[in-house]
């Protein structure tokens, strides 16, 4: 029987395995690595040229640190994160290693990601509510809502980890009503990628 079990465990792997190969997951996962890694290399080049021959950067991130109440940050931080992720996270986790207190800010900042996230999941649901919204945006978010649709929990996880704008993730979840108690479970990873962004960014200030 614990044969069989195991058998059946093993076989239904290889079907997950060959349905991900055949809808193009893993070929997708390593042209979203690559993208990634674009945008990352070329934060971390801007932010070594400005700060050799344009000005401090650590000096640049006290003086926000001091103008700035950490309130009034995560705020807008948390209001990026809800709409579109407007403004790059790189930059507050840059913020965060100036801070009083770098791995408390960090994990809030992770922390208003992951209820940004969460807003925009219901922002998502609230489309569907609103048919020429849900026209509009069902066009222009419609490679994120395929993708959703065809692999569910494994792209939320790929949106958390890597710098793809996590709110349109979250909303095309919610458009196409995937699993609320998943999506939380899946976007815990949000922590992970704050924490991991962390080790280079806090290196490079």
């Known amino acids: 029987?614990?044969?069989?079990?195991?058998?059946?465990?093993?076989?239904?792997i290889r079907l997950l395995h060959q349905y991900y190969k055949y809808t193009g997951?893993?070929?997708?996962?390593?042209?979203?690595?690559?993208?990634?890694?674009?945008?990352?290399?070329?934060?971390?080049?801007?932010i070594f040229i400005v700060d050799h021959f344009v000005l401090n950067i650590e000096d640049m991130l006290k003086v926000i640190t001091t103008k700035f109440a950490p309130g009034q940050v995560l705020g807008i931080f948390f209001t990026s994160e809800s709409l579109l992720g407007?403004?790059?996270?790189?930059?507050?986790?840059a913020w965060a290693g100036k801070s009083s207190a770098p791995f408390v800010y960090?994990?809030?900042?992770?922390a208003a990601s992951y209820a940004g996230g969460i807003v925009s999941y219901f922002i998502g649901i609230g489309i569907t509510h609103q048919k020429k919204v849900h026209d509009l945006l069902e066009n222009k978010l419609a490679k994120h809502i395929k993708n959703t649709r065809k692999w569910g929990g494994f792209l939320i996880i790929v949106g958390a980890l890597l710098p793809i704008p996590f709110s349109m993730t979250s909303i095309a979840s919610g458009i196409i009503r995937f699993s609320f108690s998943s999506y939380l479970i899946f976007a815990l990873l949000r922590f992970a990628r704050f924490y991991l962004y962390s080790l280079v960014i806090f290196k490079m200030i």
């Not at 960090?106 to 992770?110: G, K, R, V, Y």
Request: net charge positive; proline share 6%; glycine share 2%.
């Open 86 to 93: 407007i403004v790059p996270p790189e930059l507050f986790i």
């Open 25 to 46: 997951f893993y070929s997708f996962i390593f042209k979203s690595l690559k993208k990634a890694a674009i945008p990352l290399l070329l934060f971390l080049a801007v």
């Open 106 to 110: 960090l994990t809030l900042l992770a």
């Open 1 to 12: 029987m614990k044969k069989k079990a195991k058998s059946g465990k093993k076989s239904h």
